[in-house]
């Protein structure tokens, strides 16, 4: 029960997320419209699109604004959550989606005015402050409940969950936006973030019962005192490798989402809105059939150092293959899906295994700030790479290559990141390579590089600290 509502938080909040880019011919459409070449998804390029009359840079702001935003708010919110617990910050965060998406719907109303722009990107950004706050939370109650069992599993249902968020939006939102319009749609994506809500106070009573009933409560609050902002500085190399790794692969699946559906209407003749959303969206639709199965894999065979660098080297082609040839585009939309399930369910479930479970939000915080930066920076790279000030002209082919080269060069850094990680990971115990059988083996003799962070600042419940780490290390 806890696991269900827990992946439940964050469905709405992943379909309101990438509803921009379903509607991205109505979100840079023109605000007006010759009637009688009005149309509600271009099929063919040759009509007029009406719709907000964004420019691709202010559309691209979107998506900056929202990372960065997770980039500020998530370090503190992941310190807070360690300090004040895992109820306190489903109910804030859970909240803060409401309200973002709540104040992005408003913003449509205000159309064709001075108003849009700001209104939007401030649902966005205190959007952003919640959902990325939200994951963290979401991970933390997923690391403490599946320590020592099937965490790779637990993190790839939570993960499939959010995923099909995605996956619906994809499927269902330009089909609803033409038959109600797009102020009725992003109202829709708002109650689906009030979903959230409710599952964040299911989740909550049934987090405390739990506590409860094993005696961990005033066990877990004792230690949350503890934790320091200064625990910041006694991180591992690998934390922040792994850190990096994430940071770079997330640089090219995120932005090229975000633009995915008119890279494929300029480049590819013949597809509609709504085939280009469906292509788009099968990044998501492979991640959300493939990550249980992939957390079953992972959390069998180990090996998660490894498998980071091979989702690195086998997405490279897939941004070659986007930007120098006219493979259909849905072979190297599910291929990235595919690259995408195996590293979500690789890199994520890897920050347990090196830090302590007291520090665990402090650093999925930091994780995830660093994620945001990078994801920010690019989508900004990516807005002035396409920079058309025609908010529905057809970018030209050259600039959809030069986007692609970008995200090669992320795909690149993450090679020698996550290689670089294994190397360390090797001469430090080798924990995140560890298979099911060595993990079982070494538990109780291999001490991580989290027990430092442990000593540091405990003196009488250092035991049950350095116990919470090595159980989360059996997978």
Known sequence: MVLFFNCMLTFGSYFCFDIPSVLQEQFQGNLTCPNSTVSSGGSNGSECVEGLGMTPQEYNLLYAIYAWTNAAVVIMAGFLIDKLGNRFGVFLFSFLTVLGSAIFALGSHFK???????????????????????????????????????????????????????????????????????????????????????????????????????????????????????????????????????????????????????????????????????????????????????????????????????????????????????????????????????????MWPSIPLVVPQATLGTAMGLATSVQMIGIGISNLIVGQILGTKNSDAKIPLWRWQRMMIFMLANTISCIVTSAVLNIVDHRQGGTLNRTTKRSAVQNAEVQTDTEPLVNEGQDGGEEDGVNTSSSINTS
């Open 112 to 346: 064709g005015t001075e108003y849009l722009l700001p209104l939007m990107l401030t649902g966005r950004l205190l959007f952003g402050s919640g959902n990325g706050s939200l994951t963290i939370v979401q991970n933390r109650i997923t690391a403490f409940w599946f320590k020592g069992k099937e965490l790779a599993l637990a993190f790839g249902l939570t993960l499939a969950f959010s995923r099909l968020g995605s996956v619906l939006n994809f499927f269902f939102t330009q089909r609803f936006e033409s038959l109600y319009g797009m102020q009725w749609t992003l109202w829709g994506g708002t109650l689906l973030c009030v979903l959230g809500f409710l599952s964040a106070i299911t989740v909550s009573v049934l987090d405390k019962m739990g506590m409860k009933q094993l005696g961990l409560d005033g066990t877990i609050q004792e230690e949350s005192r503890k934790v320091r902002v200064q625990d910041i500085r006694l991180l591992s190399l690998r934390y922040w490798l792994l850190v990096l790794t994430i940071m770079f692969f997330y640089n090219g699946i995120f932005p090229f989402i975000a633009d995915a559906s008119k890279f494929i209407q300029d480049k590819y003749p013949g597809y509609s809105q709504k085939e280009a959303a469906y292509i788009a969206g099968a990044v998501y639709d492979s991640s959300l059939v493939l990550s249980a199965a992939v957390g079953i894999l992972i959390d069998y065979v180990g090996l998660r150092g490894v498998f980071a660098v091979l989702c690195a080297v086998l997405t490279l082609p897939v941004f070659g293959l986007l930007a120098f040839t006219f493979i259909a585009p849905l072979v190297c939309t599910i291929w990235l899906g595919i690259t995408y399930s195996f590293a979500a369910a690789s």
